[in-house]
């Protein structure tokens, strides 16, 4: 019996190293996910503002568009 304790000990050591190891590894991992978010979200924020520079509009203003092109035609 004694003969197996430490195997099992030596076991469980083991274990928990690589426990911690991948422990270490998630929450470098998580904060690389929360940078990449933020990164993102910032990446979508310029996106939206250049949209806007360069005149994108939604579906309900291409029809004002299209009255306005079509009134200067008439004058």
């Not at 004694?2 to 470098?28: A, M, W």
């Not at 994108?56 to 079509?70: G, L, P, R």
């Amino acid at each position: 019996m004694r003969s197996i304790e430490p195997r099992f000990t030596d076991k469980v050591v083991e274990l928990n190293e690589e426990l911690i190891l991948l422990k270490n590894q998630f929450e470098e991992l998580e904060k690389i996910y929360k940078q990449l978010l933020i990164e993102k979200e910032d990446l979508n924020n310029q996106l939206n503002d250049r949209s806007i520079v360069v005149g994108h509009h939604s579906a309900s203003d291409s029809n004002i568009v299209e009255e306005e092109v079509c009134m200067v035609y008439f004058l």
